[in-house]
Each structure stands twice: as C-alpha cells, then as structure tokens.
C-alpha cells in the first residue's frame, strides 16, 4: 500500500477530518506517522502544520514554551483573526508573564491538598449516581455517570448551585461540537447576538456561559463565599489582577475542560473495563490499585486528541526545520501509544507500571491544571464501583463525538451486574 502519510501520495488521509474519529481513533494512521522519520508536514486548510507523534517530542515540545507559543494563534488547530484571538483568550491561550499571572490565580485550588478536601463530595456523587444507575438496570452511561460527576464537582467547587448542572452539561455539549465541522444550533440560540468567530469554540453556548459567569460573579460580588467564583471575582475587583473578560474566560474554561475531559476518560475507562473483564477482576480483587489502574485507563482514553503550538522563532525539532510562524501539532493519542515507550501499547493492561502517560499534557507550563482532580474522580469512581462489585456489560456501540479534538463518546449502553 502507498505511503498514506505523505501528503498528495495514493492513499493519503487527513488526520483533521472530525468525521474520521467517529469510528475511534485512527491509530494505525499514528502508528506510520511515528515511523516516519523527523516531523511531518500535514495540510490543513490553506496551509499546514508540523504533527508532533512521538511521545520524546510531545514532551519537548511541552516543556519548551519559549519557542513554542500558546499564544501566538493559540492551541486549537484553526487560525483566528487577531480580534477573535484577544476576544477569546484564557489560561490556556497564553504565554509568560501573563501565563503565569492567570494560573497563580487557581493554582491553588487546585493543588493535591486542596482537592483531596473534595474527596467526600466526589465520593458522595458517585454513590448516588451508581446506585441509581444499578436500581434503573443501567442504560446511558455518559447520561446518567460519565457526564454528570465531573459536572456537578466543578460547579461545587466553582460555588454554582447544583440545580444548574444540566443546563451546563447541555452547554458544553454545544462546545464540543463547535470543534467538528457542523453545529446543530443556530447562530442566535440562547440569544446570542455576537459574530461566533468572537466566540470560544465559534458556540453560541459560549455566550451562554458567558452570560452565567457574569450573573453568578454579580451574586458571589454581592455575598461572597468560600468558594472559586468568589475568589476570582475579587480578583477582577482588585484592579490589575484579572480582567472582566479573563475573569469570563477562565469560568469557561473551567467549565469546559473541568467536565468533557474526565467525561471522556470515565466513559472510555467503563468501556475498556467491559470489554476487559479479566482486567478488571484484577481491580475488584485487589491485585490492582484503583491509581495503577486510573492512570492506565488516561493512556487508554487520551480525552485531549491534541494541543497546537506556534513557532516563535526559527527552530530545529526531531532533525526537521521549523520555521517561525508555522504550527506545531502535539497528538497526545500518538504519543500515548508510542512503541519506544510502553511495553505493548495497544494492549488495555490495568497493572502497567511503567506509564508515563501524556493524556495531561507532556509537562511544562501548561500541564492540565485539573490532573489531581480528574484522578481524584477516576480513582473514587473506582473504588465505589468496587465496593459493590459492579461488573459492566456492553449492550450496544458507543456514539462517538465527530471531533479530532476530543475523544468523545456521546453515549453507551451498559448493563451492570453485580458479581
Ligand atoms: C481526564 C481529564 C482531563 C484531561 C485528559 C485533561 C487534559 C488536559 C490537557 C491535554 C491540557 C493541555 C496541556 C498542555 O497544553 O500542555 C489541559 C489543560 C488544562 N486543563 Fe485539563 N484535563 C482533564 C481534566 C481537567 C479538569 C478536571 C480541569 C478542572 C478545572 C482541567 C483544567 C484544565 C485547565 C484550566 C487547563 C489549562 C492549563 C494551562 O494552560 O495552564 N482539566 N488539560
């Protein structure tokens, strides 16, 4: 067969297409794509970029911010005229000093300590979101588990009453969307009257979430509480630390990243542990921790396909030139697959010790902010599925999300059983 990595060659296919990753990921595509030596250049639009597949350059890349920019463009795959860009930018978007400024802001809340405190919340979520699943004989499980915990989590910790919680699932639902090629709301729902392209995601449920920023941080300003929005709406107070319109970009992306990632890894994690049984009687009887097993079930799922970077300056990566200006695409689930670096990769093993996984990121400034977290989800989940000897069994194919950006499932059927 041709050389399907080689652009313009017989037998060559776009790894953008969203439609590509409704049957998964491609991962074969990856596999000859990190044989291929250095970088290759990939066309995309009117242009292209570098796509970054093994794991030693997802790291290098990662770490090396200075010359791989988050903020020049920013870290999705499509170009954005300069307004939309500053319109738009977050945590996630930008470089040092500003980088560093936003992150102090919620770093804190996000530390190990920290989000142990909400060990007792996530438990309780996720004994009452199992134990109604097992009463109802199961069904949906992005429904009725996956989406709803890492939700209603983020909102405790944001201080959002939990009554809202399905309102801002559907949003971010709507996000999701926004990184595929169609979207199945009209420019003007939820009200919106801004041009999409001013818009994270181009969603008209970012102005919806915008909205909800601007009338929970008006109430936390009123009656402050112990709690993030109240937090960071002090700090829009205080003058120079957070600007209104950061301040309503870092409440969407908490959102957004706080909720479809760990839905993702929850829902794929359920997935592979069905499909495994063997695998997962080696959680139920112990011989396995739930972290061993959590961290494996991140390599698995990779719930971020990507990240981009812009080349701030000339520079050399894997032997390939990289010229200024030109993009840097780092695909997590290439490099979670990576065969110089795990021991069988395709291969579901709960006991992998050695897993030196990037479904967070590859290090370096940016590394997910919410990593203790989504663990602290996973692993609790875990035990709770444990405590009642939960044994999942797949009743149908999952919907995938048509997205190259996020590994989304957009629901599976289980029955579960107890053992
Ligand atoms: C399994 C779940 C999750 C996965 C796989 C995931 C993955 C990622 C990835 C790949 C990045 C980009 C890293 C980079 O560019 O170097 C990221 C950044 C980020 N994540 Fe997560 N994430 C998850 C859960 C969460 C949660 C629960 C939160 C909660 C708030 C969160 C908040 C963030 C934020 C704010 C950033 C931007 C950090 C920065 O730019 O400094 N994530 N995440």
Redesign the pocket.
């Known amino acids: 067969m041709a050389d399907s990595t080689a652009p313009g060659q017989p037998g060559f296919t776009t790894i953008t297409d969203p439609a590509l990753y409704l049957d998964g990921i491609p991962h074969q595509r990856f596999a000859a794509m990190r044989a291929t030596p250095g970088l290759v250049w990939h066309p995309y639009e009117d242009d292209g970029f570098w796509a970054v597949t093994r794991h030693a350059e997802v790291r290098e890349v990662?770490k090396t911010a200075q010359v791989y920019s988050?903020a020049i463009g920013h870290?999705n795959l499509w170009d954005l005229e300069a307004d939309a860009l500053e319109a738009r930018r977050s945590?996630?978007d930008t470089d040092a000093p500003d980088?560093t400024r936003l992150?102090r802001l919620v770093a804190g809340s996000?530390t190990p300590r920290n989000v142990r405190q909400w060990t007792e919340t996530v438990r309780e979520i996720s004994a009452e979101l199992l134990d109604r699943y097992l009463a109802g004989g199961g069904g949906d499980w992005v429904e009725q588990v996956a989406a709803p915990l890492?939700i209603r989590v983020?909102l405790a910790m944001l201080g959002v009453p939990g009554e809202d919680a399905d309102h801002l699932v559907e949003l971010s639902n709507y996000l999701v969307e926004g990184t595929g090629d169609r979207q199945s709301i009209p420019a003007d729902a939820f009200g919106n009257t801004t041009e999409l392209r001013l818009l994270p995601f181009n969603s008209p449920a970012s102005h919806a979430l915008f909205e909800y920023a601007e009338r929970l941080g008006g109430l936390r300003r009123d009656h402050p509480e112990d709690d993030l929005v109240s937090r960071l709406v002090a700090a829009v107070d205080d003058g120079e630390r957070l600007s209104p319109n950061e301040y309503r970009n870092l409440f969407h992306?908490?959102i957004f990243?706080?909720n479809e990632?760990?839905r993702t890894?929850l829902t794929h994690g359920a997935m592979a542990l069905a499909d495994h049984p063997e695998q997962w009687a080696r959680v139920v009887d112990g011989s396995v921790s739930v972290e061993v097993a959590g961290e494996e079930i991140?390599r698995w799922a990779t719930?971020?396909l990507h990240?981009r970077r812009t080349a701030a300056v000339d520079t050399t990566l894997a032997g390939t030139d990289i010229a200024a200006g030109q993009k840097v695409v780092m695909w997590?689930a290439s490099a979670n697959r990576d065969e110089t670096v795990f021991d069988d990769p395709g291969s579901f093993d709960v006991g992998r010790v050695d897993n030196p996984h990037v479904?967070?990121?590859?290090g370096?400034?940016?590394?997910?902010?919410?990593?203790f977290?989504?663990r602290l989800e996973i692993t609790v989940l875990l035990e709770e599925m444990v405590a009642r000897r939960m044994v999942l069994r797949r009743t149908g194919e999952p919907v995938r999300t048509r997205s190259n950006f996020v590994n989304g499932v957009l629901s599976v059927d289980f029955v579960p059983e107890v053992a």
């Open positions: 990662s988050s870290t945590l996630i980088h992150r996000f890492p983020i992306l908490l990243a706080g990632t760990t890894a991140l719930p971020v990240m997590y479904a967070f990121g590859g370096g400034p940016h590394l997910c902010l919410g990593a977290l989504a």
